[in-house]
């Protein structure tokens, strides 16, 4: 941690390029992305100058994430990038809901690394929330490891699956088929894959 109170994930530094990049050519121009799991909060600092028509909610449920994400804001601050809200995937009322929200106008959400390195129904808890909050059309785009069909993409992932379910046998790396059935029942598609570095994915998902 710096002193400023700015955490640091290396991966972050080595994924952000890539992931913009395709965001770039997904996002909508306009609106509000709501992100999940934001962690550190450093991809939507670096992530927000480059979408001057989009308004950036991170949020996380760990306070130490919160403190983060605020430290980076103090360090430089963005006027799309919005002050931290708590949210936990599993709640069944995220702050955005909450009446007086002044930023509604959800068009994506944004969540990287969270659904193989936490239990099963918070990647429920995922698109049950983002049924409720996306506007039609909008998207989900998640950016991580992902099984196809039932097997790894490469032995790292196996190894990496494996560390997961020692960690808590409720983790693993996840089934695209798996995510996507979720995703029907509440309302969204897969409608998109984009392999990346490091064998992990973007997997976008539609609001019908
Ligand atoms: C591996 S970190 C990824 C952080 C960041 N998105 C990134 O890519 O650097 C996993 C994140 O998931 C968050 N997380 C785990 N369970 C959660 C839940 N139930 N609701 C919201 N966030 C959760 C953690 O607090 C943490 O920020």
Redo the contacts with the bound molecule.
Sequence with gaps: MNNDGRQF?P??ARNREAILEILKNELPSDGTVLE?????GE?GHYFTPHFPGLIWQPT???PE?LSSISAWQNYESRENFLPPKK????SSLWPVEETGYPHPDITAIFN???IH??PWN?CVGLFEGAGRVLNAEGLLILYGPYKINGEHTAPSNADFDIWLKNRDPDFGVRDIEAVSEIAEKNGLSHVQSFAMPANNFIQIFKKL
């Design positions: 994930a991966a972050t999940i799991a934001s962690g550190t991809h996380d449920y760990l994430n949210l936990d995937a599993t990287a690394n969270m390195i936490a918070v």
